[in-house]
């Protein structure tokens, strides 16, 4: 039952996916520091920003969003919450919340994050599982539980990480960081 429920959301993600825009990249590869750096790309291949990953004094991983400029836009840092959670507390450019991101595990054992905002509100989730083609797909519900798009991981030519991004609406630009 359970291998038939999630061959039956892969199809249904697969279709869902066929719906959507194209709305960038982010491209994964390591600097000269070791720390994570991902580039996002919109649609027509313009840098729209970085997010650059490495580990404060408290082991934490904290993640600084800059935009196309290099200006700091805000900040993610992740660590463990009272039930063993994975929380990321999201910041602005001046220190300020913006939010929370929770990662667990859902009933069909994949990896599920609910979003709220800097108020405890819920704005949505992100369930990632995996493809029919072996590749990690998550995909992104608004509050009401409605599709906003996919996110859609594998590696490019040259070996590094690289996440398709597409959303229900061509307006749309790359995930807010």
Do not use: E, P
Not at 91 to 117: I, L
């Amino acid at each position: 039952m359970k291998k038939l429920l999630s061959f039956a959301l892969v199809m249904l993600s697969m279709l869902t996916a066929s719906a959507q825009y194209n709305v960038g990249t982010s491209t994964t590869t390591t600097n000269a520091w070791g720390q994570q750096v991902t580039t996002h790309k919109d649609a027509y291949g313009r840098t729209t920003g970085t997010s650059t990953t490495g580990t404060n004094a408290w082991g934490q991983s904290v993640t600084t969003h800059k935009d196309a400029y290099g200006r700091t836009v805000g900040t993610s840092t992740t660590g463990t919450n009272a039930w063993g959670q994975q929380q990321t507390q999201h910041k602005d450019a001046y220190g300020r919340s913006t939010g929370t991101s929770t990662t667990g595990t859902n009933a069909w054992g994949q990896q599920q994050t609910q979003h709220k905002d800097a108020y405890g509100r819920s704005t949505g989730t992100s369930t990632t599982g995996t493809n029919a083609l072996g590749q990690q797909q998550t995909q992104h519900k608004d509050a009401y539980g409605r599709s906003v798009g996919t996110s859609t991981t594998g590696t490019n030519a040259w070996g590094q990480q690289q996440t398709q991004q597409n959303a229900t609406n061509s307006n749309t630009t790359i995930w807010t960081w």
